[in-house]
Structure formats: structure tokens, C-alpha cells
T-cell receptor
Framework: NAGVTQTPKFQVLKTGQSMTLQCAQD?????MSWYRQDPGMGLRLIHY???????DQGEVPNGYNVSRSTTEDFPLRLLSAAPSQTSVYFC????????????FGPGTRLTVT | DQQVKQNSPSLSVQEGRISILNCDYT??????FLWYKKYPAEGPTFLIS?????DKNEDGRFTVFLNKSAKHLSLHIVPSQPGDSAVYFC?????????FGAGTRLTVKP
């Protein structure tokens, strides 16, 4: 099992550009989520999904879109990047919902200039 | 507002001694608490958890204590090993909403 994979590992964007961060898991987990990690802030939940076709907002959803067309994939879209979105992004999945142990991907470091 | 707080950004202990990492929370609706460990350039990995109906959970060298009246939990690592050096995140959750603390960097010196 590869677990949770994320691409790309690093990305630099200019303000106003759009991009999609990819996330995939091969553990057949129903629950998937996206977090961002900023210095002094810990990890903050952006969006989550409890199954294919079902998504919901987390603590900091503004500026991000998600969709869940398959169990395996949960992409995160930045529609118009802003410097405030410079962060490290982690995707995670769980077989028991968002309240319990989650398996995290290696992260994507995004810089918006 | 930060509902989960780790007030010590860093902690340094000697190999073989006890490491105690602390965490405070404000939301009494949290019903599950977790600790994650993170190495540089990797994602967090789950370490240990505790339900709000318990006050202690032990797994090998790791023990988590929960004091609901004080809204406080702690992670004890005994004995500490150099490989335990990492950033430790406390997390608290209720119904798909998981909140993390800012992390404590633990350094275990040989």
C-alpha cells in the first residue's frame, strides 16, 4: 500500500494563478480531508469528505474548492492564489471518520508570490 | 480562536528521562483526543489517543492522561530516546471537526 500520496511536493504560484493539489489514497477510506499548516498555528482543517459525492467545509475553507468523484481521490483547488495561501498542505484519510486516527500524506509546500 | 493550545514551543530532555508534553483545550464538546508525531518533510503520524470517558491510556513507552475538569491532557514518554526527537501535535475532535495545537518540538539528547 502506498497510503496517502500527494502531488506536487513543491509549487510556486504567482498571485491570481489557479492550481489543483492532488491527493489519493489506496486504503479504501471513506473519510478524506485537507489541512494547512502555518507557523505557530498547527494544522487547520480546510475541507473534508465523508464519501464520494459528499464534501463539507472545515475551519478555513475560503479560497479553496474540493470535489470527491471517487473514493480514492480528493483534489484541492485554489481558484485565484493569494500570498496568504502560502503554506504546507496536508491531505489525510481515515476509515473511521474525522474524529479519530487519520493517515496523512507527505505534504505539498506552496509558495504564492 | 485557538481551541487547542500547546504553550511550550520546545522541550529538551536527556535520553532515558521522562518527557512530558502538555496541551490545553477550551471546547467542552471535544470527545476524543489524539497525539501526532511529525518529522521534518513528512506528514504527521498518529501516536496515541484517548476518549473523553477515560482518564488514561497507555501504549508501550507512551501514556496519555486526560483531566476533563481542567481541560488538560498530557503525553508522557518514558524512557525518552533520541529517535523521539520530533514535533508533537495535540489534537481534539468532535464529529468530524479536529483541531490541532501549534506543536511542541521535543529534543532528546544522548
Amino acid at each position: 500500500n502506498a497510503g496517502v500520496t500527494q502531488t506536487p511536493k513543491f509549487q510556486v504560484l504567482k498571485t491570481g494563478q489557479s492550481m489543483t493539489l492532488q491527493c489519493a489514497q489506496d486504503m479504501n477510506h471513506e473519510y478524506m480531508s485537507w489541512y494547512r499548516q502555518d507557523p505557530g498555528m498547527g494544522l487547520r482543517l480546510i475541507h473534508y469528505s465523508v464519501g464520494a459525492g459528499i464534501t463539507d467545509q472545515g475551519e478555513v475553507p475560503n479560497g479553496y474548492n474540493v470535489s470527491r468523484s471517487t473514493t480514492e481521490d480528493f483534489p484541492l483547488r485554489l481558484l485565484s492564489a493569494a500570498p496568504s495561501q502560502t503554506s504546507v498542505y496536508f491531505c489525510a484519510s481515515s476509515n473511521s471518520g474525522g474524529s479519530y486516527e487519520q493517515y496523512f500524506g507527505p505534504g505539498t509546500r506552496l509558495t504564492v508570490t | 480562536d485557538q481551541q487547542v493550545k500547546q504553550n511550550s514551543p520546545s522541550l529538551s530532555v536527556q535520553e532515558g528521562r521522562i518527557s512530558i508534553l502538555n496541551c490545553d483545550y477550551t471546547n467542552s464538546m471535544f470527545d476524543y483526543f489524539l497525539w501526532y508525531k511529525k518529522y521534518p518533510a513528512e506528514g504527521p503520524t498518529f501516536l496515541i489517543s484517548i476518549s473523553s470517558i477515560k482518564d488514561k491510556n497507555e501504549d508501550g513507552r507512551f501514556t496519555v492522561f486526560l483531566n476533563k475538569s481542567a481541560k488538560h491532557l498530557s503525553l508522557h514518554i518514558v524512557p525518552s530516546q533520541p529517535g523521539d526527537s520530533a514535533v508533537y501535535f495535540c489534537a481534539a475532535s468532535t464529529y468530524n471537526d479536529m483541531r490541532f495545537g501549534a506543536g511542541t518540538r521535543l529534543t532528546v539528547k544522548p
